[in-house]
Structure formats: structure tokens, C-alpha cells
């Protein structure tokens, strides 16, 4: 829900496009599953480097759907739609796997740091996540 919340903002505000829900979408689902999976694994504070793995949600996950489905329907929505290149579909792909990739990776870089930060001065995960 919040990756469908921050889309709508960002598309509300200019600064983002359609795209933004399947990209965030996916890497947030990645990262709780990869959670809840890790925290039975690594436990506590170690479970954190789920965040990481924000990037296969969104470039693996994200970027094909986008291409192949949210693409062809975006001129309904009054939004930009990817141009294949003339070299093919995969080509666009890496396109986009770079272009997201810049800013997925510094995402999930940061968001672990801030986690970090946030539970080194005594918040807890129930703090955090209002349970």
C-alpha cells in the first residue's frame, strides 16, 4: 500500500510517471518477503539487509511489466510511453535496468543505512512499524 501511496504522490506531483507502481510495487514486496524470511534466518537487527534487496523486485520484477504491459496502456493515462528500440526488446530492457537501477540501488543503500541509524538509537521494529 505504501508503494501505491508514494506513486500517486509523485505522479500527483510531476515528478514521477505510471511506472512508479509497478517498480515500487514489486521491490516492496521482495523486501518483506525477503524480510520475514531473513529475520527467521539472521534474527534482529541482522534482518535488515533485507532492504537491499529492493533492486530484484523492482528491475526484475518492474521493469519487464512495465515494458510489457504498463507501456502499451500508458497514452490512456496521459503518460509517456517506453519506445522499443530498434534493436529489440531485451536492449530496452537494459535501458531500463540502468536507468532504474541508479536510483533503486541508492534507495535501498540508503534506506538500510537509515534503518540502521534509527535502531542504533533505540527504535524498535514495533516503534517503527506503528504494531
Known sequence: MIAIMV????????????????????????????????????????????????????????????????????????QPQIEVRPEGLFITLIYLWFGWGASTFSGSIAAYFVLNILFRYGFSREELLGE
Do not use: H, K
Open 7 to 78: 506513486g500517486t504522490i509523485r505522479i500527483s506531483l510531476g515528478i514521477g510517471t505510471i511506472y512508479a507502481y509497478p517498480g515500487g510495487v514489486f521491490g516492496g514486496v521482495v523486501v518483506g518477503f525477503a524480510y520475514r524470511v531473513l529475520r527467521r534466518l539472521l534474527g534482529g537487527r541482522r534482518a535488515l539487509i533485507s532492504a537491499l534487496t529492493e533492486p530484484i523486485g523492482t528491475l526484475l520484477i518492474g521493469a519487464p511489466l512495465s515494458l510489457l504491459i504498463v507501456s502499451p496502456i500508458a497514452p490512456i493515462f496521459d
